[in-house]
């Protein structure tokens, strides 16, 4: 009955691969978030999907591409790793004025 | 968005109120006040939110200045769960969804 779930929980791979990682979330929320958290703890908004639509972009290197093939589902594509993309990954949704549900987060480990 | 300030760290000892203050003197007059949580390696969880009037859930009481400048989550009986980072972040929120921006928050350790 998990509510936002991501997979993989963990990730690691070398410099210069390309990998996606997944996001459901089962609420019936429309809109859906990534963050990241860096090394130092900082969570910051990456991309957020309103019905499938991109409406936030941070500033974030084109390598990372958002992927929402349907409302449920928003996934995280990045090319070309590189070491400082080494981070935990949090998937979040929400619904109009809704607080924002969090999955467990992906860590990712760039050797 | 307004910013806001909270204290890096802060201790309670089990079965005690902890009190959590966070300064927002910025807040404009739709902002809402939001309260998440992060206990290590979990996803931020949310606690409460206010406007203006203070709120109360199964978690937690939301305390808003009159000014609206400041607010203080209670958490009325800590037990050694509530250890956590603890985030107050200001927001507009919209239809469309919205992003919320985590600050440093305050780390909370709850102690036998």
């Known amino acids: 009955d998990t509510a936002v779930s991501q997979t993989p929980k963990y990730l690691v791979t070398q410099m210069g691969n390309d990998k996606s990682i997944k996001c459901e979330q089962n609420?019936?929320?429309?809109?859906m978030y990534w963050y990241k958290q860096d090394s130092k703890k900082f969570l910051k908004i990456m991309f957020s999907y309103n019905n499938k639509e991109l409406i936030i972009n941070e500033t974030v290197p084109n390598r990372f591409s958002p992927k929402s093939p349907d409302k449920a589902h928003l996934n995280l594509h990045i090319n070309s790793l590189e070491l400082g993309d080494s981070a935990v990954y949090f998937c979040?949704?929400?619904?109009?004025?809704?607080?924002?549900?969090f999955g467990n987060g992906t860590r990712l480990t760039v050797t | 968005d307004a910013k806001t300030t909270q204290p890096t760290s802060m201790d309670c000892a089990e079965g005690r109120a902890a009190n959590l203050p966070c300064n927002h003197s910025t807040i404009s007059g739709n902002e809402y006040v939001y309260w998440y949580r992060q206990i290590h390696s979990q996803g931020p969880q949310y606690i409460i939110h206010?406007?203006?009037n203070n709120e109360t859930n199964e978690m937690a009481s939301l305390i808003i200045t009159e000014d609206r400048k400041s607010s203080t989550l209670i958490l009325p009986h800590a037990t050694l769960r509530d250890t956590a980072v603890y985030y107050c972040?200001?927001?507009?929120?919209?239809?469309?969804?919205?992003?919320?921006?985590f600050g440093k928050g305050t780390s909370l350790l709850v102690t036998p």
């Open positions: 972040i200001v927001r507009v929120a919209t239809n469309s969804g919205y992003a919320l921006n």
């Open positions: 609420l019936g929320h429309d809109t």
């Open positions: 979040a949704s929400s619904s109009g004025n809704s607080p924002l549900h």
């Open positions: 206010g406007l203006k």
